[in-house]
C-alpha cells in the first residue's frame, strides 16, 4: 500500500490532481459539442427531441467521436477521483472515512456507467439496453458524489460558494431529469412497452415525444452541467493545494 501511495505522489507532483478535473471538464464539453455539431450537418440537434445518447449513432462521425470521447473522458476523470478522495482522506483524518468510502465507492461505479454508454452507444448495437444501464447509473451515481464530495469539502473546511451553488444547480437538473420520468412512464403508450428490451427500445423512448421534451432538456443540462462541476470543483481543489 505504501509504494502505491508513493507512486500516486510522484505522480500528482507531475501532472497535478485538480489538472484532470478541469481538463477533463474542458475535454467533455468540446466532445458533446462537436459531436452535436457534426450530427446537426445532417440532422439539428434538439434539447427538446433528442436525448444526448442520439449522439452515440448520429451521421458524420458524430458517433465514432462521441462513443470514443466518452471513454477518454472515464479515464481522465478517474485520475481526479483518485486524487480528491486522497485529499480528503488527508484532510478528515478518518473522521467522515464512511462517507468518503461511499462516495468513492459511487464515483467508481458512475465511471463504470460512463464505458457501458461508450461501449454499448448504438441503438442499432446487439446489448443496446446495456447502454441504458449504464446511463442510468452513471446518472444516479454522479448525482450522490458530487453531492458527498462538495459535503465532505464542507465539513473539511473547505468551502466554496460558488462550488456549492454549483453542485446544487447540477442536481437541480439531475433531480428534475429522473423526476421527468413520472409522466414519461404514466403516461407512455402500453404498445411501446413491448419493444423495451428490443433493438427498438430508443425508438420507442423518443417516439413518445410529448412526455420526454422535458426529460431530454433536463438530461442535456445534467450532462453539461456535470462536465462544468468538475471543472469548477478542479479549479477549487487547485486553489486549496497551492495554499499549502
Known amino acids: 500500500m505504501t509504494s502505491i501511495n508513493e507512486a500516486l505522489d510522484k505522480f500528482y507532483e507531475k501532472i497535478p490532481g485538480s489538472f ?3 481538463f477533463g471538464g474542458i475535454f467533455g464539453l468540446a466532445v458533446i459539442i462537436i459531436a452535436s455539431i457534426l450530427h446537426s450537418l445532417t440532422e439539428p440537434i434538439s434539447f427538446f427531441t433528442h436525448f444526448v445518447s442520439h449522439l452515440g449513432w448520429g451521421p458524420n462521425g458524430s458517433e465514432t467521436l462521441f462513443r470514443i470521447g466518452i471513454a477518454v473522458l472515464g479515464c481522465l476523470l478517474a485520475p481526479y477521483i483518485i486524487y ?3 485529499m480528503l482522506k488527508i484532510e478528515d483524518e478518518e473522521k467522515h472515512s464512511k462517507l468518503r468510502q461511499l462516495a468513492f465507492i459511487c464515483s467508481l461505479i458512475s465511471l463504470v456507467g460512463l464505458f457501458m454508454v461508450s461501449l454499448w452507444g448504438n441503438i442499432h448495437q446487439e446489448g443496446f439496453i446495456l447502454h441504458l444501464v449504464g ?3 452513471y446518472f444516479m451515481m454522479a448525482m450522490a458524489f458530487m453531492f458527498f464530495y462538495t459535503l465532505l469539502l464542507v465539513y473539511c473546511g473547505r468551502k466554496s460558494e460558488i462550488q456549492i451553488v454549483c453542485t446544487l444547480i447540477v442536481l437541480f437538473f439531475g433531480i428534475s431529469m429522473m423526476a421527468s420520468l413520472i409522466p414519461l412512464i404514466i403516461g407512455i403508450d402500453p404498445e411501446l412497452i413491448s419493444q423495451f428490451g428490443s433493438m427498438d ?3 420507442a423512448l423518443t417516439t413518445a415525444t410529448p412526455y420526454t421534451m422535458w426529460l431530454t432538456f433536463f438530461e442535456w443540462l445534467y450532462v453539461l452541467g456535470t462536465c462544468v462541476w ?4 478542479g ?3 487547485y486553489k486549496i493545494e497551492t495554499k499549502k
Open 20 to 22: 484532470w478535473a478541469v
Open 84 to 86: 480528491l478522495n486522497r
Open 135 to 137: 446511463a442510468i447509473l
Open 201 to 203: 427500445i430508443g425508438d
Open 230 to 233: 468538475f471543472i469548477v470543483t
Open 235 to 237: 479549479v477549487f481543489t
